[in-house]
């Protein structure tokens, strides 16, 4: 009966059940839509998609915040676990913690990337990009009850008497899990490659910016930089947040200790391959002639979002490699 867990489980099945009903109406769309028709099946499809589109919307904004949400509510409730320290511990409480994270993760980037579409769609005046943003929707609707599910799963076979791993031997090297892979990776090395990585995606969006150009590579490199930037933080970057040469854990960069900098990171992070990947998927379709004006508009403001997203990420976390007293041999 906690207030966070109540909201996510409302907020999610909510969500899925929504989104269910407008996947019924994106396939009616995919199947009968024909612009250049004025039958009475056709005017009433623009109106449904158009009262759809600004539902789904909504609710994809939701989805957002509830990733935060999430985090926060399983942070908060490793007082509850022995052995706990940290949202890491309360993940591990049973199998599905870890996998609903990576689903809200992935839903929640497919979600800002609908909504990149969706804008342009709504600035066009002939809905160039309906079937494009109805077919990621037909994507979003089962990933969003898939999320419901594991959601709902993972809090009601929470076990208060239950003994949890700290975060210091989830995230140890040497162990065969995705964290104990990250945390064993070389850290100097996952500095290096995540400065270069950055440098290529700055330096493309920056030319995205400024001639329009280059914006598939920008959604390439984008997913590059925002794997690379959490693969640096955890094998290299964290040692310096925590001045300890063995903690890795990302999760207690949440704390107020830390000054609650992991959300600030990781909201950069997500922000940035959001807006590139975005700007990448309307790039494909900017021959379109009712796009071959918004298109442009539009990629460069992503690429620009882009830019700053993950120029501030790179900045926070260079500042305070330079200004801790914690140095690696």
């Not at 969706?118 to 077919?135: C, E, G, M, Q, S």
């Not at 009601?156 to 791993?165: A, N, Q, R, Y």
Request: with cysteine; proline share 4%.
């Amino acid at each position: 009966m906690q207030s966070g867990i109540i909201a996510l489980l409302v907020t999610s099945l909510g969500t899925a059940g929504l989104l269910l009903y407008a996947a019924r109406i994106a396939i009616q769309t995919l199947r009968s839509w024909d612009l250049g028709s004025g039958s009475e099946q056709q005017l009433l499809l623009e109106r449904k998609t158009a009262l759809v589109s600004t539902i789904v919307a909504l609710i994809l904004g939701f989805q957002v915040v509830t990733l935060a949400l999430f985090i926060y509510t399983v942070d908060a409730l490793h007082i509850l676990f022995a052995g706990s320290m940290c949202a890491a511990g309360t993940l591990n409480v049973n199998p599905l913690g870890y996998p609903s994270l990576a689903i809200k993760l992935l839903c929640t980037i497919l979600a800002g990337i609908w909504m990149i579409i969706n804008r342009a769609d709504y600035l066009a005046h002939d809905f160039p990009l309906i079937k494009v943003k109805f077919t990621l929707l037909l994507v979003l609707a089962p990933l969003s009850l898939l999320e419901a599910g594991s959601l709902t799963s993972y809090f009601l076979l929470l076990k208060p008497d239950v003994i949890t791993s700290c975060c210091g031997s989830l995230f140890e090297g040497g162990r065969t899990t995705l964290a104990g892979l990250l945390a064993g990776l070389p850290p100097v090395p996952s500095a290096i490659g995540y400065y270069l990585v950055t440098a290529v995606t700055l330096l493309n969006g920056i030319i995205t910016w400024r001639t329009g150009r280059g914006g598939l590579l920008l959604a390439v490199t984008s997913l590059a930089a925002f794997i690379s930037g959490i693969a640096a933080l955890v094998a290299f970057f964290c040692l310096y947040y925590y001045e300890i040469p063995t903690h890795h854990c990302p999760f207690c960069l949440l704390q107020p200790e830390y000054g609650r900098i992991g959300y600030l990171l990781y909201a950069l992070l997500i922000s940035g391959v959001v807006t590139g990947c975005g700007g990448g998927v309307i790039h494909l379709n900017r021959k379109r002639p009712s796009l071959s004006v918004i298109v442009p508009k539009l990629q460069k403001r992503l690429a620009l979002w882009t830019v700053l997203s993950f120029s501030l990420y790179l900045l926070l976390v260079t500042i305070k490699l330079l200004t801790t007293s914690f140095r690696l041999d």
